[in-house]
């Protein structure tokens, strides 16, 4: 199995998508896919060192309004999936994983 990557891809409007893949050229083709524009962006590789810290979000699950669940469970207002580290364990198709637009 190919080592893969997540890659960070930093648009001028400031949203920033998280890609899955084996390289950056593969990573750039994925996004490519979701038919974005392409001419203007900052790419970074993230640091294994980083993956435990980072999350895929359930943006259909916001954070509850009552005070009696586990806070743990949620970033930034919504559910967590998964780590960056817990999705690269269960997953080998290069893929778009996380978006800031929403």
Not at 12 to 41: Q, T, Y
């Amino acid at each position: 199995m190919k080592q893969k990557h997540f890659y960070e891809f930093e648009y001028p409007s400031g949203i920033i998508d998280w890609v899955f893949a084996s390289n950056k050229r593969e990573a750039i083709e994925v996004v490519k896919s979701w038919d974005v524009d392409l001419f203007e962006f900052n790419i970074i590789r993230v640091p294994r060192s980083e993956w435990k810290k980072r999350y895929i979000l359930d943006i259909n699950h916001p954070e509850p309004e009552e005070e009696d669940y586990n806070e743990e469970e949620y970033s930034c207002g919504y559910k967590i999936m998964a780590t960056f580290e817990e999705y690269a364990r269960d997953n080998d198709t290069p893929d778009m994983v996380a978006t800031s637009e929403f």
